[in-house]
């Protein structure tokens, strides 16, 4: 349903004129009142919905710019901790050399005090545990490291505060993996991505914008996908000097009716408290704003596709 506000226009002189004196109502205008009354109570819950929804989406962007700070903070240290990481990898490998050569020698010293002395220290030290255990204690913190490089660059990525409001060129594949990355709490329990990426030249775009579209959408899709465990399938490609990306669900469809309405702001089939419908108008305003086209093909019981097609290049109008 659209919603229509006439805040501050003055009442129709069509409509019926309410008498305030109580024994002067009649019925049917007790009912008008109630009507009224009903719509406008409806339409104080879906705008303050709608304000909530704002409100979020503030707070959200004043966070992923504390967050984007924070990584930017964090991704220093990081670096020289994974660099020093390799370093210590490749002394502890000669470290290990020498052990061994110190190995060999001790059984030339067997029986001598000396000899029982290192070997006393060996057990005491439980040696031949610690060469096992050192690579494994290496190898998981390598990794440890590596999912927290990753988790600040796909923050500095997501939120590109160090670009933001810039129209630079930018690889959308890139947007979409870091997306990817930061809804993966949402999808993982749903449904299975299915990458089917083609070739994509670089597109010049507000890449922090666009990555918002894909979250929408994404976000989407993964609630559509309701029963069952679904499959998200997310493809990219060219069209002439346009480039595409379709994401696609299996999930439960868009109702004939409701086609023509999902843009709409304020639009959605999602509970009190579950949506707003704005993610989708907020998409459309983004893709618009980048000379695009946003569209969509659905069947209910069968799933939905929306299709976000954006120039590679266009006028600077909009920097
Ligand atoms: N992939 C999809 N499958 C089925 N229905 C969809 C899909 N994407 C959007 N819709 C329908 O379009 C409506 C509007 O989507 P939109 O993203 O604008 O708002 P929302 O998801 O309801 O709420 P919000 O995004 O503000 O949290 C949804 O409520 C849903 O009915
Ligand atoms: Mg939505």
Redesign the pocket.
């Given at each position: 349903m659209s919603i229509h506000m006439n805040r501050g226009e003055p009442p129709s002189p069509a409509a019926a004129p309410l008498s305030l004196d109580p024994q002067g109502i009649t019925g049917d205008q007790v009912k008008e009142l109630l009507r009224a009354n009903d719509e406008l109570k409806q339409l104080n819950s879906r705008l303050s919905d709608a304000q909530d929804?704002l409100m979020q989406s503030e707070k959200l962007a004043s966070i992923g710019q504390l967050a984007a700070g924070v990584a930017h903070e964090i991704n220093n240290p990081i670096g020289f901790i994974f660099s020093n990481f390799g370093t210590l990898e490749r002394y502890l490998a000669d470290l290990f050399e020498m052990l061994g050569a110190y190995e060999e020698a001790e059984a030339a010293l067997a029986g001598t005090p000396t000899g029982e002395r290192l070997k006393a220290l060996r057990d005491k030290v439980e040696l031949d545990f610690l060469k096992e255990d050192i690579p494994t204690l290496m190898s998981e913190s390598k990794d440890g490291i590596t999912r927290v490089r990753n988790i600040v660059q796909n923050l500095k990525d997501f939120s590109r505060v160090d670009t933001s409001q810039e129209w630079v060129v930018a690889d959308l594949h890139h947007g979409l993996d870091s997306t990817l990355n930061i809804v993966n709490n949402e999808i993982k329990y749903k449904a299975e991505v299915v990458k089917a990426y083609g070739e994509l030249p670089d597109i010049k775009c507000l890449p922090s914008e666009l990555n918002q579209v894909f979250m929408?959408?994404l976000?989407?899709?993964a609630?559509?996908i309701q029963s069952e465990r679904g499959t998200i399938t997310i493809r990219t490609g060219t069209e002439g000097d346009r480039v595409w990306v379709e994401i696609e669900?299996n999930?439960?469809?868009?109702a004939k009716e409701?086609l023509g309405r999902?843009?709409d702001p304020f639009?959605?089939?999602?509970p009190v408290g579950?949506?707003?419908?704005?993610?989708?108008?907020l998409?459309y305003g983004i893709v618009k704003k980048h000379f695009g086209q946003i569209d969509v093909f659905?069947e209910v019981g069968t799933?939905?596709r929306?299709r976000v097609t954006l120039p590679v290049h266009h006028p600077d109008k909009e920097a």
């Open positions: 929804k929408n959408l976000v989407n899709a609630h559509a669900d999930g439960a469809g868009i409701n999902i843009f639009f959605t089939t999602k579950k949506g707003t419908g704005l993610g989708l108008s998409s659905s799933g939905t929306f």
